[in-house]
């Protein structure tokens, strides 16, 4: 089992920048799959990014390419989420999430643990 922090969210004008960070506990981190969700009012919960146990293997949702960089620190426990040129659509709850999966998965049902969510509002 994992337990899951995130931090990093909040306020931000149109095309600035924020990092999230989702530290977690245990040892077994780098076992994990590792998602960032969001989930804006109204609207069910996408995948933004995602990426692998070592790192090496990447997942954008296309509106997020070039945009977000997802990365990790197996030694910190700690998964990232650069986020640049942010926009008003962007403001949403953003989720950090594990999955046991041996590969990067889309799947929303894969990830088995969660954050509390970290909220980020973008202001045009």
């Known amino acids: 089992q994992v337990q899951l922090v995130e931090s990093g969210g909040g306020l931000v004008q149109a095309g600035g920048s924020l990092r999230l960070s989702c530290a977690a506990s245990?040892?077994?981190?780098?076992?994990?799959?590792m998602g960032w969700f969001r989930q804006a009012p109204g609207k069910e919960r996408e995948l933004v990014a995602a990426i692998s146990r070592s790192g090496s293997s990447t997942y954008y949702l296309n509106s997020m390419k070039g945009r977000f960089t997802i990365s990790r620190d197996n030694v910190k426990n700690t998964v990232y989420l650069q986020m640049n040129n942010l926009k008003p659509e962007d403001t949403a709850v953003y989720y950090c999430?594990?999955?046991?999966?041996?590969?990067?998965?889309?799947?929303?049902?894969?990830?088995?643990?969660w954050g509390q969510g970290t909220q980020v509002t973008v202001s045009s």
């Open positions: 245990g040892r077994t981190f780098s076992t994990y799959v």
């Open positions: 999430a594990a999955s046991t999966s041996i590969v990067v998965t889309t799947a929303r049902l894969q990830y088995r643990y």
